[in-house]
Every structure is written in C-alpha cells, then in structure tokens.
C-alpha cells in the first residue's frame, strides 16, 4: 500500500538532546513537509522540500533541521536549541504537477515528549 | 498573507442532528479550499476540495462545504451527524499560484453526543 510512514510514533527525550523524526514516502511526489501540532494552534509548517536536495524554511523552522538527500526520505531533527519541543508532529507529501491543487496525504504523526 | 479562522473550538451534537462547521479565510490571491479530519493520535485526512467549479463540493460520506467568495467561507455541513464522526476537523488554503505551502486553520473538534 503507498501512503507515508513516520516513526517512531512516541518518542521521549531528555533536555538537551537531539532526536530525529523519520518520515519515509513511496507516493513518487516530489513535496514534502514537516507540521507541528500544538492543541489549540493547528498545523504550523516547520520545513518543506519541493524537490530532493533542497528544502525551505516554513514558518517555525528555528530549532529544527531537515535533509532530503532521497526522493522518498524527509527526516527532522529537533535539535536542544528548539525551546519548548513537546507535541505532535507530522510529516506530509503533496503532487507538484498541480502546482498546490492536489491533496497533502499525512503519516500517523510522531509525539515527541521532553522530559 | 493568507489566514484561516475556524471560529468554533468544539462543537457537541447529538447523533442524527445537523452540523455546520464554519471556516473563513482571508486571501489577497485566489485560493483552493481544502477540508480534513483528524481521528485521535492519527494524521490528517482530506475530506473534500475545492479548486474550481462548482462551489458546493460532496464528500462520500456525506459531508458537503459550499465556496463563498462574496463571504470568503467555506463551511461544512453535514444534515445527520453519526457517532462515527466524532473527531476534529481542519480548514485549509493554499494559493492557486503554487507556493507549495497550506495555511491551516486553529481546527474545530466535533463531539457527537448519543
């Protein structure tokens, strides 16, 4: 079955340290994103690639890191800079022939707790 | 700047009521619409789309949103809600030029009530 795959799905990490977050596609699409999930505060966009080897900060980028050396990997690092990195994150791919049109097709998230 | 406003934080209905959810945006550019629900501790699934056309679009399990550009809204409806439906649901716009990035609303979760 094609669709997305984030692990781990918990993860509990103590101040300080980095942790990265997989998130693995075999859609073919050549986007992909990283969300945080606060409750109460929606999605907000942390990283985004549009095609491998490069990536753009979205909107709350400051703490985190992203790579896209493969078409079908997007890994995020949560680094000890980032200050309050407890919540739920979730990882997104998208088709780029429609330029924005087509659905976000989601993984099951990855809940980061600091300790 | 685009921004989504999802007025409702939670909704409670009972089961075999109507429901509106309400989304309203705020564009300089034009827009594709987008609905998702969430389950618990899952990721986001696309209920139904707007890009063009007609405005009133259908989901298949009985969710309908109607685009109004006059209003900028975007509310979903559903005439008979199910147990099953209980989840939060997310408003979504992006720009029809292709910045590749989706502004999400703050996301209303519906609660239906035996």
């Known amino acids: 079955d094609g669709g997305i795959t984030q692990s781990p799905k918990y993860l509990f990490r103590k101040e300080g340290q980095n942790v990265t977050l997989s998130c693995e596609q075999n859609l073919n699409h050549d986007a992909m994103y990283w969300y945080r999930q606060d409750p109460g505060q929606g999605l907000r966009l942390i990283y985004y690639s549009q095609i491998v080897n490069d990536f753009q900060k979205g909107d709350i980028a400051e703490g985190y890191s992203v790579s896209r050396e493969k078409k079908e990997s997007f890994p995020l690092t949560v680094t000890s800079a980032q200050k309050n990195p407890t919540a739920f994150y979730l990882c997104a791919s998208s088709e780029q022939g429609a330029l924005g049109t087509g659905e976000l097709f989601f993984g099951e998230g990855s809940r980061l707790t600091v300790l | 700047a685009q921004s989504v406003t999802q007025l409702d934080s939670q909704v409670p209905v009972f089961e075999e009521a109507p429901v509106e959810l309400r989304c309203n945006y705020s564009s300089s550019v034009s827009v594709y619409l987008f609905w998702y629900v969430q389950y618990p501790n899952q990721g986001l699934q696309l209920l139904l789309k707007?890009?063009?056309?007609?405005?009133l679009v259908e989901s298949i399990n009985g969710f309908e949103a109607e685009f109004n550009k006059s209003q900028t809204s975007f509310h979903l409806r559903k005439p008979s809600v199910h147990i099953s439906d209980t989840a939060e649901y997310f408003c979504a716009v992006s720009e029809t030029s292709g910045t590749y990035k989706y502004i999400f609303g703050t996301g209303t979760r519906l609660k239906v009530l035996a």
């Open positions: 707007y890009l063009s056309g007609s405005t």
